[in-house]
């Protein structure tokens, strides 16, 4: 079983409310330096089978249509080793 | 980006040859030709971003302006109007020092890209434009309009929109108290998502939009500018998605409704100290529009740093910081020594405000980019003069045919099952069903003044504690009816929204409207679009009620298809003690049912010839005004006396439509009798105009029928509020609870 992961982010022209919010936040709490901030979602699926060509392909369809919305956010499918899953699971 | 070299007046003047991409940014040939013949040279890129954005449909109303002049024209004089179109709200007069500012505005087209944020920054558009005139906003309503109900794209949209208007208004702490939702195939794909709100002040605290007094100073505040609704203005509101290639799709604008909240309390505060002297809020066309407009609305003269404008991406090219939609910003001119004061509260606030330019001597609008003059023009040629279009308009071919497809011949239920079967159905559909599942996204009652919200007749606010002065607001509009006539569609919108108001026991002041229409360069659409403008006038003019304000929509088609003709009006009305305020729901068993007014056979658009035959033709019911305002005076001075506990507009579906809501509400039943000279099926499904169902304690009743008896308004008893059944003699009887479940099961059951 392996794990591909979609991050999907606001486009970058898109205003990031939350993002701003959390900026604000930092220098108040004493965290300097930090001129930006943009908050996305990370979404990780254990994927049944090999993940090959045709795999990706389904889940990018299904990131496309439904894991984000087009209109103001992008996405990037990637596929996490098994090795690194079994890391992360240590 | 590097731009070598810098487009400035000076370089364009020394390059005329220049081509420029006007077609790409919605002008036409004519329209660019007389933007060189304005300046006596070719415009810079920022030059021409400003002109393509203000001489759009959406700002410039070039297709519906000759027609809007009506609504000067034929105004009715009113004491009530303080201020009237052309600012950014109109203001009307409530009395007791009081008053209330009250908009419409559309937000069609983006609630269809995106309807989550799309709803939402209508609703924080159309709440900028209140704190713009000075005044705190107190409520907002939403007239939505959608595709069929068990359209899969209805699923999308429709969410989206409620739970937009849902997030920014519950966040800002605005109750939301009225509209309307409608479903019709029409709207597929091209949804209506109007917007309004009202806002209450002093007298004294009405504000203007224009920059007077050279040497004052320019300060932008709020949010910081973005690549929002780049063109949105011009490419949104000019073409149809047919035409829109995804690389002309503006970056969505995003609405932060807590950075909206703290401009509102900001701007007030500003306003209390009384520091602002001109004042714009940042809408469709950004600062293009604020700055173009308060110059010209002032003395004319304005230097703008544009350098200055604090950005939230620095790649921006000044044609985009020109044109950019970012949400939540407005723009101010402030006396040179009150900056500083201004400044502090901003900063209170949390709100980034920058001084970006001042007030000068001339006429000219210039602004500035690193140094060199990007633009240098008479501001009002961009506000004011855009061009203005006598488009051509013809009474469609098919008008006839439709209007003698009769629906009055339609067959009628044959026995009584039938009609029982039918009036279930009828409230059942999913334009008469509750609209509770969407409603109680919204927050109806914070702050503490809503007294009346869905599903009243009218919504209304009060505005006075001590005195319990109030105000009411209904949104109404029939794109059936106004497809079958567009005059008296319009002026049936009108009548509704005027019943509506004074049902609940306030009297109509004044009006404001939304016009959706198709595109303009359909001559059928652009008469459509004549004879409702035509029709309101005239039916303002005839009620007294002047039009404060309002917003067009066009394009609403797609391919040859335009929406039904769908002019949405809002009435304001006022009433003194909002305790005798009157509410929809039966309040007591034994109290006597009267219909007021007259019903005839109408069923040309009715629900039940959508629900029943799916059928859309004849003629719309008759509008009589005086009935209305007669109506409306009976209506207004029982509830003010005393003498009705519950009254409910008769409009789509009749006045089974109408018995059933009350009953519902109130959780009693009604026992019915069909009045002599009616059958059973007119008396309950006719949608004749200036009608409304009263419920009178027996102790008023000699004093309620002399009323109207003296002033000549038709009254029938019709019943008596008793049980838990709704009962017509003779024909059927439903207990509330099968009605219950018809009427408040179908919204969740399609969307849920």
Redesign the interface.
Known sequence: MARVVVDVMLKPEILDPQGQAVQRALPRLGFEGISDVRQGKRFELEVDGPVDDAALARIHDLAESFLANTVIEDFTVRVESEDAVAEAVK | MSRTPLDTVEHAAATPDVELPWAELGLKKDEYERVVEILGRRPTGAELAMYSVMWSEHCSYKSSKVHLRQFGEKAPRSDAMLVGIGENAGVVDVGQGYAVTFKVESHNHPSY??PY?GAATGVGGIVRDIIAMGARPVAVVDPLRFGAADHPDTKRVLPGVVAGIGGYGNCLGLPNIGGEVVFDACYQGNPLVNAGAIGVMRHEDIHLAKASGAGNKVILYG?RT???GIGGASILASETFDDAKPSKRP????G?P??EKLLIECTLEAFQEKLVVGIQDLGAAGLSCATSELASNGSGGMRVTLDDVPL??STLSPEEILMSE??ERMCAVVEPEKVDRFLEICEKW?VIATVIGEVTDGDRLEIFWHGGKIVDVDPRTVAHDGPVYERPYARPEWQDALQADDANKLPRPQSSGELKDQVLKLVGSPNQASKQWITQQYDHFVQGNTVLAQPEDSGMIRVDEESGLGVAIATDGNGRYAKLDPYTGAQLALAEAYRNVATTGAKPLAVSDCLNFGSPEDPAVMWQFAEAVRGLADGCLQLGTPVTGGNVSLYNQTGEAAIHPTPVVAVLGVIDDVARRTPVAFQEDGQLLYLLGDTREEFGGSAWSQVVHDHLGGLPPKVDLERERLLGEILISASRDGMIDSAHDLSDGGLVQAVVESALLGGRGARLVVPDGLDAFTFLFSESAGRAVVAVPRSEEVRFNDMCGARGLPVTRIGVVDGETVEVQGEFSLSLTDLREAHEGTIPGLLA
């Open positions: 890209v995106e944020q949010a973005g690549g929002d970056a969505v604008q995003v932060d807590f950075q939230r991406d970012s949400q949390d």
